[in-house]
């Protein structure tokens, strides 16, 4: 019997839950295919770097492509006039964890054809590198920053590819991936120390500093904090 005294707040104690859970891409009905013109298409024209297909959420049609060739499929995608996928509005990435690959996603919308449409492409985390789309849609210039910012994946071709989020000079990895630690890979005290040691003359104009010192810290904290005599939370 359920204990009734337990409450949401138990799952704290408890700690997290596993991600042993089956990836998103066994999830779903497969579909058929011809509901969806683009699906039908992929299928007939690129034959096996169309891996599966799959609906999710109940109407969106989602494509796993092969990496290596997605660059050439996602220009078809756009130029061929039967699709005319003229909207990029999302890359992103998801990490199953349990050393499983990761996944690009990119989601689509033809404003001629009122269509949408998700394309999934698996890479492994020894090759976390596939091609960019900056070329094809301008609004994946900033979105692939975050993926590599975030998850590690670097995008062959694209014109800036440096952190976006996180400083350029961040060393603790790239936070939205499964294994890092909540609270960062480096001690409080190591990441305070690397905060203070930070040029703030990189992160803000000089006109900003006219105002003051962004988070200024009492001589003496600072000092303490430095030479490693400051105390660590726990």
């Avoid at 992103?92 to 050393?99: C, K, L, N």
């Avoid at 990895?173 to 040691?197: C, I, M, N, V, Y």
Wanted: aromatic share 8%; proline share 6%; net charge negative.
């Amino acid at each position: 019997m359920a204990d009734k005294t337990k409450s949401g707040l138990d799952a704290v104690d408890e700690g997290p839950i596993s991600s042993e859970a089956p990836p998103a891409s066994a999830t779903g009905s497969s579909g058929d295919p011809n509901q969806h013109a683009s699906v039908a298409a992929l299928l007939a024209t690129f034959g096996s770097a169309v891996h599966r297909h799959r609906i999710a959420a109940g109407d969106q049609f989602v494509v796993w492509i092969d990496a290596a060739r997605s660059h050439e499929v996602l220009t078809w995608l756009k130029n061929d006039p039967a699709h005319a996928y003229d909207m990029m509005s999302d890359v992103t990435a998801v990490d199953y964890g349990s050393g499983r690959p990761l996944e690009v996603v990119y989601q689509m919308f033809s404003t001629t054809h009122k269509r949408e449409l998700r394309i999934r492409c698996t890479l492994p985390l020894d090759g976390l590198e596939i091609d960019s789309v900056c070329d094809l849609w301008k609004s994946a210039n900033w979105v692939e920053r975050e993926v590599f910012d975030m998850f590690g994946i670097s995008f062959r071709g694209h014109p800036d590819l440096r952190r976006i989020l996180m400083p350029d000079d961040y060393a603790e990895g790239h936070p939205l991936r499964k294994d890092f630690p909540l609270r960062g890979r480096f001690s409080r005290a190591e990441q305070t120390r690397r905060a203070l040691a930070q040029d703030v003359e990189r992160f803000y104009l000089a006109e900003d500093l006219t105002h003051g010192m962004p988070q200024e810290v009492a001589p003496a904290q600072a000092a303490m904090l430095a030479d490693g005599s400051g105390k660590e939370d726990s």
